[in-house]
């Protein structure tokens, strides 16, 4: 990332697969569900008032006691917790080694994980459906898959990465058999954002600390195409038709605009959040503070309308350190009870036509890390 907006990333968030579905925000989407896979009891209002988090000042805004929740259903998007990959399709993997984990994915019946080796260094290991390690690839700090899974992408020339090297880009569509290989060497910055089908859209900068601009690469045809008007990128929706940019940054705070890429018009912006992730079928974006962050996660996440912009929901807590749409009217926080590098955390799934929350984790200390 540019430096200007490293900070941002104090506790990096990982880009994980994630099976999606399209369709809007549905009031009648189903709410929280058991362990089982079965539809819970819709919460009655006494029931609300001792273990849902709405103890809200407003129909929006909502707190977060993960210690008083009702249990649901496991995440239905992959996860660690501690150094195991759950969640999504596929067994538990054991990850070895201790190097940190910023990243995750499942390409088929392959696990794939984005590490940090050194402040200024990273790697990405894969490993086979047994948890063997097959391969690993240096410098690689951004991993992305496709909404259906079946194809995956990532890049060097990130945010461990020296900028004065550029960066490359890789995609790949099986398990098998070697990645296509882009290489930007005049681009700094670079990050995947999204896949679709056989084309990788990814942020870059000329020169460290300018914005950065939107690129689309065709990997069958092995061209590149900047897209103009979307600033300095940082999240895009699975079909890659909306991204929403950083417009204005400044010591002052920053603001967000949400643009079509097609038409190349902006459809609304934002300076009291930063957006940061679509779900699948651009119903909603996840607000966070526009500041640079803290530490250790932020107090209060919010989702917003993604034609509008309107709120929607809004819950605080303690520290939230990572907020991901698990589908179009679900979104998974990482929740954790203190801003502190030691604490309990759990995967906290909240309803957005409801403002009801479940646990989806047992509470744990392990180190937890939320895919996308």
């Not at 990982?14 to 819970?40: C, K, W």
């Not at 502190?340 to 989806?360: D, H, M, N, Y």
Request: charge should be neutral.
């Amino acid at each position: 990332m540019p430096s200007w907006n490293r900070s941002l990333v104090a506790v990096p968030a990982a880009i994980a697969v994630v099976a999606v579905v399209g369709g809007g925000l549905l009031a009648t989407l189903r709410g929280p569900q058991d362990q089982t896979g079965a539809a819970a009891a819709p919460l009655s209002a006494s029931a609300a008032a001792k273990t849902s988090p709405v103890a809200a000042k407003s129909a929006t805004n909502g707190i977060i006691d993960a210690t008083n929740l009702p249990t649901g259903r496991s995440p239905q998007l992959t996860y660690v917790r501690g150094r195991t990959v759950l969640g999504g399709v596929g067994s538990p993997v054991r990850v070895p080694g201790t190097k940190e984990i910023i990243a995750v994915a499942r390409l088929w019946d392959t696990t794939m994980t984005v590490q940090v080796a050194t402040a200024t260094s990273s790697f990405l290991m894969v490993q086979d459906h047994t948890g063997k390690v097959v391969n690993e690839i240096r410098s690689v700090d951004s991993l992305v898959t496709s909404a259906d899974g079946k194809y995956v992408a990532f890049a060097s020339g990130g945010r461990f990465s020296d900028y004065r090297s550029g960066g490359t880009l890789y995609f790949q569509e099986h398990t098998t058999g070697p990645a296509d290989v882009l290489r930007q060497p005049k681009l700094t910055d670079v990050a995947v954002l999204a896949v679709v089908g056989h084309a990788v859209y990814f942020h870059g900068g000329t020169k460290p600390g300018d914005s950065w601009d939107l690129y689309r690469w065709d990997t069958e045809k092995m061209t590149v195409r900047k897209l103009p008007k979307v600033t300095s990128p940082v999240s895009m929706t699975a079909d890659g038709s909306l991204a929403a940019g950083m417009t204005v940054f400044t010591d002052s705070g920053q603001c967000t605009a949400v643009m079509d890429v097609a038409s190349q018009l902006q459809r609304w912006r934002t300076c009291e959040y930063r957006l940061d992730r679509f779900s699948p079928g651009g119903a909603y974006v996840v607000g966070l503070p526009p500041g640079t962050g803290e530490p250790y996660g932020e107090k209060r996440t919010a989702v917003l309308d993604g034609k509008t912009g309107k709120l929607l929901r809004q819950w605080t807590a303690p520290s939230l350190r990572a907020a991901v749409a698990e589908d179009d009217d679900h979104v998974l926080l990482q929740w954790h009870d203190q801003q502190e590098p030691q604490s309990r955390s759990a995967v906290v799934r909240c309803t957005i036509s409801t403002g009801q929350c479940e646990l989806a984790t047992p509470l744990s200390p392990e180190p937890l890390l939320l895919g996308s």
